[in-house]
């Protein structure tokens, strides 16, 4: 039954035999390395996408992009028909595929993992996978090893959607398996005019005045492919004043001294920016647009960087939340619509302790998962309204499908009786809200436009915005350790279940410090234990760190931290 599929597969693998010395993980970002050895694992994850395809019978999206990573770096990843991560259940697999050592190894395990999955391989299906890429001079050799891998499964074709943000390449996947447009243009339609409504409904303007609103905003694009579709965006939204620095167009480094990992972690200006803009309201994204943080630059005399992250971003966009559903409330109550929904905030134990207490101090429930989007995104949607974010930046807000369907028909209700009432516009918001943002994923474009529209609506400066709470000073070290499997974790990574003893050593010394938490959790990818510590004070904070770091290396073995 198998045997043209078997000998395309045995042809096409042999073109892109794997690295020798190197083996691979699928982890939340897919595979990333050193663009010289990904060829053979690009391949591969072209098969992954093309069985994926066949299995789910929808499409199945491919980015080649290595984000905030240097320029010498890339990658691939797996969009699922919903525009979400590659399921876990398949990342063995993934895991597999790309450390298989020859040919006929490959193609054993393809034709075993389908008649696991009963997947038909005699190409009595067809199916589509979209592919795209960021602006990495890489990217075109590996994409056309993706390509090659799709072409492999019979039935399987490839979509090139050409150069795209990651978040892009999600969008589309997401609205092309529910049977609508999911073309550029459509995504730029759909944030220019959620925008737009979402301006206008603000109490205090009755038409799309841009003009008299303070919107000097300027945006580092990283020299990746986020500025130049905002630049591209800016002409849908007919007078946002964005100046767009870092744009990819031949000034810079992709990611090198610029972007939002380099901003959020460094806390300096990047390249491109400096005394010209003190006090003014600046945003970062990363390489490939799926990440973004704010900033102003407070003096000329100084190349610090006063940091507006994820966890403030989170923190508008549940204010925000919540107030339209206290405003619904009241009228629901008022004329008995049913309508409540749950609302959550999504945190890792790297959000500022500062950001959790005034969640919670809102009235909002807060819960906690391991590090990493693909955790994050699954307990989100544990809610009718899941917001999540990192304090890198990256982050969305979910809506579910009983939580839209019931907003659209209260919109019309509420327009019959009260039309530009107070729970009217709020219903609207809220309705606007859920097609401005990227529910797929991580969108720093679509996030721009959401954080700069509520803060239009609340007429708040940035420096309002920043001051809602003071974060705790922290400080993270990484210590080399032989085997980093030696430590596990509970809740959520911030308790130490093995080695025994290391936890209670932990607490004793975080108990030493005002306001301190600590905890410990092994890299996903190297033989390390990071440390995250905070305190009420800089200096507490180091100190419990460093402290952490050499109880971690006396239970553990010799090592080094920095």
Not at 240 to 252: C, D, F, Q
Not at 386 to 395: L, M, R, V
Not at 470 to 477: H, I
């Amino acid at each position: 039954m198998y045997d043209n599929q078997r000998d395309l597969l045995l042809k096409e693998s042999d073109r892109f035999p794997p690295p020798q010395g190197v083996r691979l993980s699928y982890g939340t970002a897919g595979f990333r390395e050193d663009a010289s050895v990904l060829l053979s694992t690009v391949y591969r994850v072209g098969i992954l996408a093309a069985l994926r395809a066949l299995k789910t019978g929808k499409r199945i999206g491919l980015m080649i992009t290595a984000s905030h990573n240097k320029v010498s770096d890339n990658g691939v990843k797996v969009a699922d028909p919903s525009g979400g991560m590659l399921t876990q259940d398949w990342e063995p697999f993934a895991n597999a595929l790309a450390n298989a050592s020859s040919s006929q190894d490959l193609v054993q395990l393809i034709i075993e993992f389908a008649e696991k999955e009963n997947i038909l391989l005699n190409g009595s299906k067809s199916a589509q996978v979209l592919v795209a890429r960021d602006t990495r001079p890489s990217g075109e050799l590996l994409l056309d090893a993706a390509k090659h891998g799709i072409g492999s499964i019979i039935g399987v074709v490839a979509h090139d959607l050409g150069i795209l943000t990651t978040p892009q390449l999600h969008w589309m996947v997401h609205v092309r398996n529910k049977g609508l447009n999911g073309s550029e243009r459509d995504y730029f339609h759909e944030l220019s005019s959620s925008f737009r409504c979402l301006f206008n409904s603000n109490p205090n303007n009755s038409e799309w005045k841009l003009k008299d609103w303070d919107n000097q905003l300027v945006v580092d694009g990283a020299n990746g492919v986020g500025g130049q579709k905002l630049e591209m965006l800016k002409e849908m939204l007919n007078g946002l004043a964005i100046e767009i620095r870092n744009s990819g167009k031949g000034e810079g480094v992709l990611n090198e001294g610029v972007g939002a990992d380099f901003v959020q972690k460094e806390k300096i200006v990047p390249l491109g920016f400096g005394s010209q803009d003190v006090g003014i309201r600046c945003a970062s994204f990363d390489g490939d647009a799926d990440r973004l943080v704010y900033f102003t630059v407070p003096s000329e005399s100084s190349n610090r960087i006063n940091l507006v992250d994820g966890d403030k971003i989170l923190s508008l966009f549940a204010i925000f939340i919540e107030e339209q559903l206290t405003i619904l409330a009241a009228r629901t109550k008022a004329t008995k619509i049913d309508f409540r929904p749950t609302l959550g905030v999504v945190q890792t134990a790297y959000a500022n302790g500062a950001s959790t207490q005034y969640l919670k101090a809102l009235g909002l429930e807060v819960v906690f998962t391991p590090t990493g989007v693909k955790y994050l995104h699954e307990k989100a949607a544990e809610y009718d309204i899941g917001i999540y974010f990192e304090a890198n930046g990256h982050g969305t807000i979910l809506f579910s499908d009983y939580c839209i369907s019931v907003l659209q028909p209260l919109y019309w209700e509420l327009s019959d009786v009260s039309s530009g009432s107070k729970s009217h516009k709020a219903a609207l918001r809220l309705l606007a809200v859920t097609r401005l943002i990227n529910q797929a994923v991580g969108d720093a474009l679509s996030g721009l436009l959401l954080v700069e529209a509520i803060l239009q609506h609340k007429n708040w400066s940035i420096q309002t915005w920043s001051e809602l709470y003071q974060d705790l000073p922290s400080r993270q070290l990484k210590v080399k350790v032989v085997d980093r499997t030696m430590v596990e974790t509970t809740n959520a990574e911030t308790e130490v279940v093995k080695p025994p003893g290391l936890q209670e050593a932990i607490n004793s010394k975080i108990a030493k410090y005002p306001k301190g938490r600590c905890f410990i959790r092994p890299s996903g990818t190297e033989d390390v234990i990071r440390v995250y510590a905070e305190a009420s004070t800089q200096e507490a904070a180091d100190d419990l760190a460093t402290s952490v770091a050499k109880l971690v290396d006396q239970f553990l073995g010799v090592g080094s931290s920095n």
